[in-house]
């Protein structure tokens, strides 16, 4: 019996097959656009996600017989808008996580619910890239959809719908909508009734490995999958990226160098960071919560950087001469740590963690004619480990010690980057053999939801082991006074950050 994760990501759908020991059998990842219609805003047709999904499920179905399947686990980006009609059409298309257009809905929300009570009952501020005041924005601006919305739900849970005929979501997701009391583990009255928003809209909610559908005879013939297959509700992407490289207990701590760079620690109680400046959600291990800090652009301005500045290494790449993201690391790696005095500012999507802030900006600082272009490629590199560590020392002002950061995405991959990692977090890292990322937890949590292993825990030791661990070396020290120096730009900066984005 195999095992299918999907992860609807934000440019792909990721589908993985996975036997019953682990292994990945095989894997489909088509792509598509996102749309931005205007500044600061991200959208995508739903239903793109939807025919890619079952492109990806096609794919899959030919290496094995559709028999062969017990379950499929569904994970995806978090806090998207979908909203759909009485018919279950969408009406517009779906608001993404990183869409920054509801920023006065977040302050309109918190004055109406009151920001301590909103702390108390999400366990989070009121952020641009949650779903409620993308809730809110629609209703101010867009009445004619409003006024026709029958159900609301998150990007996985309208491919569980496709799937399924179903409305069910879980709590690892719902808790990124800024609709979920946290602490209870099910949707907010308080909320709710504040907003005037009706409850039915919102989906049934089950924990992540509860098998809370099964495939319908419509999307059979759409996907190949047999009628009737298992569908497990699953976990928004970082709860089950996270249970995908085994951070199943107490105190296990994980930073994940995608896009966007994540810091996540579990917890088997509900904590709240007191200035909200950490996401306190549920986990995706039944009964089990979680801290977590995200920086919107870490491996994402890496990309960027060899975008504008590596078109030389971009052009020996095409010509066979290697990875043009490691060649700029080789030309850096001799750099010494601190690069000489330039620190970098990963600000170029605004920022969530320790500052949530969508104006915030990107930087350069401490340029000097001395600098070259691998001083400058170290100084990105340090920048993203820095906002990282950001979100680790507030985990550590909570009692979280980890013995080891298991690291992983694209990032991960870097020699250079992986010792940085571990010396500004001054934490041993490490690797594991598990590397597909979400989908491959929502590949384990369709294990479990099928009664093939027991828990998430006892999948996690059958499934994942570590394959590389990195020691912390002796230019800590002076990581650590560059790190100071990176704390003191954004407070300084703030008000010009804002006055550029509003001028």
Known sequence: ????????????????????????????????????????????????????????LRELLLVTDAGTISGVGLTGQMHGLVVLDEKGAPLRPCIMWNDQRSFHECKEMTEKIGESEVLRITGNPILAGFTAPKLRWVEKNEPEIFSKISKVLLPKDFIRYRLTGEFFSEMSDASGTSLLNVGERKWSEEILAAMGWPKHWLPELTESTVASAKISAQASALTGLSVGTPVIAGGGDQAAQAVGCGIVQEGMVSATLGTSGVVFAQSDEYRVEPGGKLHAFCHAVPGKWHLMGVMLSAAGSFQWYKNQLGKEEHAREQNGDGNAYDLLTKEAAPIEPGSEGLIFLPYLSGERTPHPDPHARGAFVGLTLRHTKPHLTRAVLEGVSYGLMDSLSLMQSLGIQPGKVILSGGGARST??????????????????????????????????????????????????ETEQIEVSQNHEKYKSNYRIYRELYPVLK???????SG
């Open 1 to 56: 019996m195999n095992f299918i994760g999907i992860d609807v990501g934000t440019s792909s759908i990721k589908a993985l097959l996975v036997d019953p020991s682990g292994k990945v059998i095989a894997t489909s990842n088509p792509e598509y656009p996102f749309q931005t219609p205007a500044p600061l805003c991200a959208e995508t047709d739903p239903e793109v996600w939807w025919d890619a999904t079952c492109r990806a």
């Open 416 to 465: 250079l980057w992986k010792q940085m990692l571990a010396d500004i977090f001054e934490t041993p890292c490490c690797l594991v053999n598990a590397t597909e990322g979400a989908a491959y937890g929502a590949a384990l949590l369709a294990a479990v939801g099928c009664g093939t292993l027991a828990s998430v825990e006892e999948a996690s030791k059958a499934w994942i082991a």
């Open 495 to 501: 008000d010009t950050f804002f006055n550029l984005s």
